[in-house]
Structures are given as structure tokens and as C-alpha cells.
């Protein structure tokens, strides 16, 4: 048997390279690249209903999007297909969230840790207007604050202050003071 990995290949004697055919390169400059990738977030084909969990494996057709770029960076867009329909899904990546938008063919599963964090970005802002217009509105913001800092500070300093007290004490003097109890009980 010959082997797999050899350094060089057998060509016969009549070969001729100008015979192969080449792969053109399309005019427009929209390369598609096969890749192997894993889907990055679940989600769910337009087509059939599937659901497409994150992790799975496909090989997909990359492309750079044309006359789209995030600060200099490029944007990629995927095409792959259903593993059940075959309907083709495409979807293209998002550098401003450091995220993928799922473009044609499915629709994104509901995602609870983007949604909180969604959701605390809002209040921010919300918080950051009504500050912006009310000085007395950013006072009571601050106070409230400060107020709950000082809680926090608080019950950090009743935590410290109880595992100081337990360090000091060591298994002897437990024992000790248990039996004391149960000689005196007894």
C-alpha cells in the first residue's frame, strides 16, 4: 500500500498541467469560501420549523458583504442549509454587538442573558435622561446611591466581624466548652 502523507505525488509521464481546468474568479469580486462552522446561537428554520441548536456543525458559504463595514472591519455573511428542509438560512456577523444577525430562512431563539442584559442597558439610559433634564431628579439618584453603598458596606463589615469571631475560636476550645455544658446539664 502506498502511503498517505508523502512529500511528493506520482505524475505520469503524459501529463499535462495546461489540460487542467482552473477555477475562475468571479468578476464582481464576490467570492464565496466553503468553511466548516458551528452555529453560534439556537435557532429556528423559517421553512419547517426545525430547531437548529447552537454548536452544530455545518459547512457554510462565506462571503464579505460589499460596501459594508463596522470601524474598518469587514462583515461576513453565511449561507448554509436546514438539516431537515435543506431551505437555505443566511446569516451575517454584527462587530458593533459582537454578535451574528440571522438574515434570511430562520429566526433567532429567545435568548434570556441578552435580554437581561438588554434590559439593564435600558435602564440605564432611561435612568441617564431623566438625569440629564431634573438636577434634583440626579440628587435623589445619588443619595439613593450612596444610601445603598452604605448598606452594602455595612453588612460586609457584620460579615467580616463574624468570620473574625469564628477564626479565633478553634476545635479544642469547642470541645471543651461542649463538654463543660454537658458536665453541668448532667
Known sequence: MGERKVASKYYPPDFDPSKLQRQRKSKDGNNQIKVRMMLPFSLRCGTCGNFIYQGTKF????EEVQN???????????????????????????????????????????????????????????????????AMKALENR??????????????????TLNDRA????TGDVIAAMRRSAGGAG
Open 59 to 62: 459547512n457554510a458559504r462565506k
Open 68 to 134: 459594508e463595514t463596522y470601524l474598518g472591519l469587514r462583515i461576513y455573511r453565511f449561507y448554509f442549509r436546514c438539516p431537515r428542509c435543506a431551505g437555505e438560512i443566511a446569516m451575517k456577523t454584527d462587530p458593533k454587538n459582537s454578535d451574528y444577525v440571522c438574515e434570511l430562512g430562520a429566526s433567532r431563539n429567545f435568548d434570556p442573558h441578552k435580554e437581561e442584559a438588554r434590559q439593564e442597558e435600558s435602564l440605564k439610559k432611561k435612568r441617564a435622561d431623566e438625569e440629564e433634564g431634573d
Open 143 to 160: 443619595t439613593l446611591d450612596s444610601k445603598r453603598e452604605m448598606d452594602i458596606l455595612n453588612n460586609l463589615d457584620q460579615i467580616k
Open 167 to 170: 477564626a479565633k475560636l478553634n
